[in-house]
């Protein structure tokens, strides 16, 4: 395998992020700040490695000279611009590790760009939305690289359900962008109105301009009230235009990527696990999920999309060990005899399907089933905790970041919301939705448990004793020791070593999971 792969490693070094507690810009060798202009928080991202660009397979040119050749918004020096500027350019780390991120993905959205023939700053707009994190989710409920909100993703024709979100498909959420800002730039002839128009909404903008026009005042961006993010937005993408167009001005060095096709797509036709075609491809089932971060479960959607987005090099590989299975081996099936009590719901459940492909698969026109019937019910090959970037587990992974105060585990109850939820535990909306993986609009299930962390006395002298333990599943990370991992929660090595079923000399993997009983009344990280 050529040194590419390094790169890839070290975009999943970067998957996983939680918000910054205090808001403040944190930017060290271990840390990155997604400075978004949908976030009002950073978000901070932990690094365990990044590929350095001496081992990047780059050939006689990298992608940067083609962007740059293709600019085509005016250059604009005024102190909006610059102030956004001499943040990019005194945040020489960000920028590595935001070109890290945008490696397997960048020669794509570029050729997507100069195919309308468009300028190529939009290129770098996933740098001003989500920092090139394909998972990014903000408190407005916009998600992948292009930030998407589930009306204007719908809206552009992707596809959203259980199984699969459209919204971080990097190849339809790239054709749905440029479908939108042409769309925009085509409403108000002027490509600064569009850019302002994609984060704000195309009909806060038209207010804008028509109340200036209405005025007899100009009505280009820099004139027009716009909320203060939109504000920032455009000045953020032309301070990347000038940084990419002079790095060496601005005493910043870009991380050179190859410009060549990395990624392709490739149809299977059907609905397949994803642990198998990792396997197929000889991939880690991370990076299958890195490069198709749309699917949110262990396999493809019954329904499609089927297409996977493969490095180049490993497609014939993938594609001959694909056409030596039969038609109905990519996914594995189980029989499962209904016992009584059971619901299509809860079997469903059980082995992360939905009810609708139960109905499906076996005939069944409604929810009746039989104690003592049998289910033909498509099985994940692997453990599912073995599917680490499937939702779930992205979520469990960041419920599960130690934070400062004390963790109380929060079932919701019928007529709760986060407003009522985050005043009960004296926390901020906005927080507990983000530790939570959720938006504060998103909606609340019954049942559903959120984490809290509260430093309200009151609500911690409330804990009982069973209140105060919890199970955490925490995925090691490089550097882990027991020792280490025992201090951070407050446990003996002895404990992991018992709830685990491990030794105590077993070397630790980074992303092995361990099980921890943890005093809550106790975590103050």
């Known amino acids: ?42 978000m901070v991202c932990e690094v365990d490695e990044l590929v350095a660009a001496d081992e990047l397979d780059i050939g006689s040119r990298d992608v940067w000279f083609r962007v740059r050749d293709g600019f085509g918004l005016p250059v604009v020096d005024n102190d909006r611009v610059n102030a956004q500027l001499r943040w990019y350019a005194s945040h020489q780390s960000y920028l590595d590790r935001v070109a890290t991120r945008a490696t397997p993905y960048f020669h ?16 770098l707009l996933p740098i001003v939305e989500s920092a090139f994190d394909p998972f990014a989710y903000s408190h407005g409920r916009a998600a992948g690289l292009w930030q998407f909100i589930p009306g204007t993703g719908k809206r552009f024709g992707l596809k959203q359900n259980w ?21 925009l730039h085509g409403e108000f002839d002027d490509w600064l109105l569009a850019l302002a128009a994609y984060n704000s909404g195309e009909g806060n903008v038209a207010r804008a301009v028509r109340y200036n026009r209405s005025r007899g005042l100009p009505t280009d961006f820099w004139h027009l009230r716009l909320p203060a993010e939109t504000s920032a937005y455009v000045p953020k ?43 197929l491809a000889g991939l880690d089932v991370e990076q299958v999920y890195m490069l198709n971060p749309a699917f949110n479960r262990w396999a493809t959607d019954p329904d499609g999309p089927h297409r996977l987005l493969l490095p180049i090099e490993n497609i014939p590989q993938f594609r001959q060990a694909l056409a030596d299975l039969g038609p109905q081996d990519t996914v594995r099936w189980a029989r499962h005899k209904i016992s009584s009590g059971e619901s299509l719901l809860t079997i469903a459940r059980k082995y992360d399907t939905t009810v609708e492909l139960l109905r499906e698969v076996n005939g069944i026109r409604n929810n009746l089933i039989r104690a003592g019937d049998t289910l033909t019910v498509p099985v994940a090959m692997k453990s599912l905790q073995g599917y680490a970037l499937a939702a779930a587990n992205r979520l469990e992974a960041k419920q599960n970041v130690p934070r400062s105060g004390v963790r109380v585990d929060h079932r919701v109850a019928a007529g709760e919301s986060f407003w009522s939820i985050s005043r009960r535990y004296g926390v901020n909306l906005r927080e507990l939705a983000a530790w939570n993986g959720m938006a504060p609009t998103d909606p609340l299930r019954v049942g559903q448990t959120l984490v809290v962390w509260t430093k309200d006395a009151a609500v911690t002298a409330s804990l009982g004793p069973a209140n105060r333990l919890r199970t955490v599943t925490y995925t090691v990370r490089r550097g882990d020791s027991l020792a280490r991992i025992a201090g951070r929660f407050g446990v003996k090595v002895g404990d992991i070593v018992r709830w685990n079923n491990i030794s105590a000399e077993d070397y630790l993997r980074p992303g092995q999971k361990l099980t921890l009983r943890v005093d809550v009344t106790k975590q103050s990280t």
Do not use: K
Request: hydrophobic share 50%; net charge negative.
């Open 1 to 42: 395998m050529i040194r590419r792969f390094g790169v890839l490693a070290g975009v999943l070094a970067l998957g996983a992020c939680a918000t910054s507690d205090t808001g403040a810009p944190l930017v060290d060798d271990n840390e990155i700040v997604v400075t978004s202009a949908v976030e009002t928080e950073p």
């Open 108 to 123: 794509l959205i570029v050729e997507a760009v100069e195919e309308r023939g468009m300028p190529m700053e939009i290129a």
């Open 237 to 279: 993408l032309l301070a990347l235009q000038r940084l990419v167009a002079e790095p060496e001005r601005h005493g910043v060095a870009l991380r050179p990527i190859p410009d060549e096709p990395y990624l392709a797509t490739v149809d299977v036709g059907r609905q397949i696990d994803l642990a198998l075609a990792a396997e």
């Open 163 to 183: 199984w699969y979100d459209g919204r971080r498909d990097v190849v339809e959420a790239t054709r749905a962008a440029l479908d939108y800002l042409e769309y």
